[in-house]
């Protein structure tokens, strides 16, 4: 068996995948989804253009949320509890928004509160943060699962590109810090 993670070293989605495949073997393809002729050619992978992908001998599949369940799946866990699902959404909500202001910025535009559209992802941003602040202090990121690998890669992510000031989230912080030091985690660790 032949597998595959196309990927970057600075996604926080394909990092998820690296967390969680940590004791597999496969082989790790980087793709610059932001240079033109890359992306043209990853096309011929996935129609979507995103990553992570994951190829299975002639198995593609497209999206980290699809990746997780089939790893897991295949690995015989228990199926993700609806609160589990839950915490993965709100991570999932602020990464993408997140990158819908990097990318605006890094085409030119202004963002900011005043146009409706930036004020929806910038509120969504704060308002998740928030939710899984409280979610923290409740214990729900104990445990090395697949919603704590989630935070961890967004917040990861949030300090690389230095995004957001999160010594506001101290319960976030605090529940990732046991896991700072995993082999994985540190060999992912991301970089330009
Ligand atoms: N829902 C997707 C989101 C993946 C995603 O947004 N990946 C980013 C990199 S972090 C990407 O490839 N963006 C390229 C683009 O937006 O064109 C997943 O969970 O895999």
Redesign the pocket.
């Known amino acids: 068996m032949t597998t595959i993670l196309y990927g970057s070293t600075t ?4 990092r998820r995948i690296r967390l969680l495949l940590e004791d597999s073997d496969y082989q790790f393809e980087p793709v610059n ?1 932001y240079e033109q002729t890359a992306r043209q050619a990853f096309s011929d992978i996935s129609p979507i ?4 992908v994951l190829k299975i001998d002639d198995n593609v599949i497209y ?3 699809v990746i997780s369940q089939y790893w897991l799946m295949q690995a015989g866990a228990d199926p993700l509890t609806v609160q589990q699902h839950n915490l993965i959404s709100a991570v ?1 909500a602020a990464t ?1 928004s997140l ?1 819908i202001i990097m ?1 605006s910025k890094n085409s030119g535009l202004t963002v900011d509160e005043s146009k409706l559209f930036y004020d929806l992802q910038i509120g969504r941003v704060e308002a998740c943060f928030d939710w899984l602040e409280t979610q923290a202090e409740q214990g729900a990121f104990a445990q090395w699962d697949y919603p704590t690998i989630a935070l961890l890669t967004l917040v990861g992510w949030v300090e690389f590109r230095q995004l957001r000031d999160l010594s506001v989230y101290p319960a976030i912080e605090a529940a990732l810090a046991p896991f700072a030091n995993r082999p994985s985690v540190l060999a992912t660790v991301p970089q330009a």
């Open positions: 996604s926080p989605y394909v989804v253009r995103k990553l992570p999206d980290s949320g999932d993408d990158i990318q």
